[in-house]
């Protein structure tokens, strides 16, 4: 594992494999629980998720983590497009939520129009408001594409029309920014562009960017081949091995390649 800390807030974790960085993502989740058995989340439906979900799954059945107060609202939800609806709800309800004991009053998502979707975001945040906040929201790189009405994912759901995944995000990038923390979660080679132009592009070029670079409590989990396209991936895992010539010839040469603006700290740790 290679983690960094980069701008103060940004917290870099690269896994070998998917599993690993899943693992990783399903164990920040957890230690939130520990904290706090009420807290509040922020979920969606992207598939690629579903290695986090697996790993939250299995954590419940085999050591006795316990969701019967955490609060999940979807920043996602159920769409209709003229005679297409969606039915993530009963799918997220299969695939994840009946395999823990979450309570049902507990997880919310909505059910919209395409006509109401700004309806539906003002209600969702109305109840999150309500519930105190977002402790964390969970995201993929494909969510926050979303965010901003621009990103399609593949769903939970197979048979759910591909012209409305891009569609069906009922959050708004400042409701992710007003979470206490945000968790990004990203594998594989498709998610390689993705992930280079959300940790080291600048904050207008994509929205998954200005989220990680403006959020207060960030943290982006990947494998190695969603690292693929890092142009400072071999340098993040050579500061994460602890090199002796120290962390101020670290920062000067990031903010030298660009990767780093101004007023960046550092706080790294490897195993």
Known sequence: MNTIHRGGSLKINIRKRQQSAAQMTARTVAEIIDRNPAAVFGF????????????LIRLYR????????????????????????SSLRATMWRKFY????????????????????????AELQADIFSAG????????VDDAARLSGEGVCELQDMDFPNPVAGQNMIADAGTVLDARCCLMFAAGDAAAGSV???VEGAQAISMASLILKQHDH?????????????????????VASGHPLGLQADLTFLKREGAVRTGAEFDVSCC
């Open 218 to 238: 960030a943290s982006v989990f990947m494998d190695e081949r969603a690292a693929g396209l890092l142009a400072l991936k071999d340098y993040y895992q050579w």
């Open 62 to 85: 085999e050591e006795g983590l316990d969701l019967s107060r955490v609060k999940i609202f979807h920043l996602d939800g159920d769409v209709q497009t003229g005679s297409a609806a």
């Open 133 to 140: 906040g977002l402790d964390a929201a969970i995201l993929s």
């Open 98 to 121: 009946a395999l823990i004991n979450i309570q049902p009053a507990n997880m919310r998502m909505m059910s919209c129009s395409i006509s109401s979707i700004t309806d539906a975001r």
């Open 44 to 55: 969606t439906a992207c598939k690629s998720l579903m290695p986090v979900y697996r790993e």
């Open 196 to 198: 280079a132009r959300a």
